[in-house]
């Protein structure tokens, strides 16, 4: 069992910027997968950023040049840095740990992004 704690979620002004972070606990494998997810109300559930245990890094194009994930494999942490900040990056983003060889997914329970004036 995995379990994973967000925090970092608020209310920011456009331009600001935040940084959520996210604690794994439990049995971590090195080749786990790490990321960033996000639904706004009404849209479907979609991935924002992750990164391997190696470094490598994924990211939606809304957020390329905005956001900056990253991840501290002895803490078990993965954060995003959300960077010029728009109104429609507003939802709640989860943390999720998966791997797709040993066929697992955990979920955090998630933190409200809301940005707005």
């Known amino acids: 069992q995995v379990q994973l704690v967000e925090s970092g979620g608020g209310l920011v002004q456009p331009g600001g910027s935040l940084r959520l972070s996210c604690a794994a606990s439990?049995?971590?494998?090195?080749?786990?997968?790490l990321g960033w997810y996000r639904q706004a109300p009404g849209k479907q559930r979609e991935l924002v950023a992750a990164?391997?245990?190696?470094?490598?890094?994924d990211y939606a194009d809304s957020v390329k040049g905005r956001f900056t994930i990253s991840r501290d494999n002895p803490k078990n942490t993965v954060y995003l840095q959300m960077n010029s900040l728009k109104p429609e990056d507003t939802a709640v983003y989860y943390c999720?740990?998966?791997?797709?060889?040993?066929?697992?997914?955990?979920w955090g329970q998630g933190t409200q992004v809301t940005v707005s004036s």
């Open positions: 990164i391997s245990s190696g470094g490598s890094t």
């Open positions: 999720k740990l998966w791997n797709g060889v040993r066929r697992y997914e955990y």
């Open positions: 439990g049995s971590i494998f090195a080749s786990d997968v």
